[in-house]
């Protein structure tokens, strides 16, 4: 009889994840450099079949039916560099460093891919990969008016069929999973306490 201390056996999305924890250590080297450079061949916006990571979509709500599109995307990397000014100040207040994006990468990857897919809402989306200069991301799509969409117990309440116009354009007033994060709605307890129900609300002194 097995204990709560005993190693017990994994199952395939614990394998999976273990996998995606560390990608440099779990994949081959030549395996993540031509899959970099497919996908550099590719359009921006490319529906796919299947997830690469089912454990991060299966987590993120992706399910294997009519009306779920998944769309991988990629985004320009690095930081916000800005030029130096040549102006006297002491070199903390010049402008250049810790300046930071109001919106995260994979904020602007759904946004994206919200506007070339008008007739889909996002759901949410996941990590995939990144090269020297983009970050790429798996995007999971609804058609909130397809009927195998409408009657889900889980994604038919992101319908506006059913009487619920709440998170129409959800991606775009921050109620993804990102965007969630991005507005600091992660955090709970002490700390946060300026940031529901909004960091508009409280004057932007939440983060």
Not at 48 to 59: F, V
Not at 82 to 100: D, E, Q
Not at 176 to 182: E, F, M
């Amino acid at each position: 009889m097995l204990r709560s201390g005993d190693n017990m056996a994994q199952g395939l999305y614990q394998h999976v994840r273990a996998t995606w924890k560390r990608p440099k250590d779990a994949l081959p080297h030549m395996y993540r450099q031509a899959r970099m450079a497919q996908w550099r061949r590719e359009p921006v916006n490319c529906k796919i079949d299947r997830p690469t990571r089912l454990d991060a979509a299966r987590r993120m709500g992706y399910k294997a039916k009519q009306g779920v599109v998944l769309v991988r995307t990629r985004v320009r990397r690095g930081g916000l560099r800005k030029g130096k000014i040549h102006m006297k100040r002491k070199p903390s207040k010049a402008g250049i460093s810790k300046i930071t994006m109001a919106k995260n990468t994979q904020r602007i990857a759904e946004e994206r891919v919200a506007r070339h897919f008008p007739n889909l809402e996002v759901l949410n989306s996941y990590w995939v990969g990144q090269d020297g200069k983009h970050k790429y991301f798996e995007v999971i799509m609804i058609d909130t008016h397809h009927p195998a969409i409408i009657k889900d117990k889980q994604l038919g309440v992101f319908c506006s069929a059913n009487g619920n116009n709440a998170h129409k354009g959800r991606v775009y007033r921050g109620k993804t999973s990102a965007g969630k994060r991005g507005r600091g709605l992660h955090n709970k307890g002490k700390g946060a306490e300026k940031l529901r129900p909004s960091l508009k609300a409280n004057q932007n002194r939440g983060k």
